[in-house]
């Protein structure tokens, strides 16, 4: 089985920043795409960011330029670095994989758990 674990997210005034990781474990063959997501009280959950095992990265328009996206291989860990916050950002943050167990098995999208990010006035 595969476990994605979250951390660094909390609480920040607008204009602030913050770093969230995202640490897979488990068996793991090798790890396609990595991502970010978000869902905020009321709304459907989007993407922030995604990036490629090779480090190509793709960002929703209302981060960029803002967020960076980046990923560990060795580690097997993708980050999310947040700045220039605004209140609009504040949502529970989903990272996802797309894992391949074992040599040979098919691709399977793994999610964490959420981390809370709430950005004040």
């Known amino acids: 089985q595969v476990r994605l674990v979250e951390s660094g997210g909390g609480l920040v005034q607008a204009g602030g920043s913050l770093r969230l990781s995202c640490a897979a474990s488990g068996t793991i063959f090798s790890i396609n795409a990595m991502g970010w997501y978000r869902q905020a009280p009321g709304k459907q959950r989007e993407l922030v960011a995604a990036i490629t095992s090779g480090s190509s990265a793709n960002y929703a328009d209302s981060v960029k330029g803002r967020f960076t996206i980046s990923r560990d291989n060795v580690k097997n860990t993708v980050y999310l670095q947040m700045n220039s916050l605004k209140p609009e950002d504040t949502a529970v943050y989903y990272c996802?994989?797309?894992?391949?167990?074992?040599?040979?098995?098919?691709?399977?999208?793994?999610w964490g758990q959420g981390t809370l990010v709430t950005v004040s006035e």
């Open positions: 996802n994989a797309d894992v391949v167990v074992r040599r040979g098995y098919p691709r399977f999208l793994f």
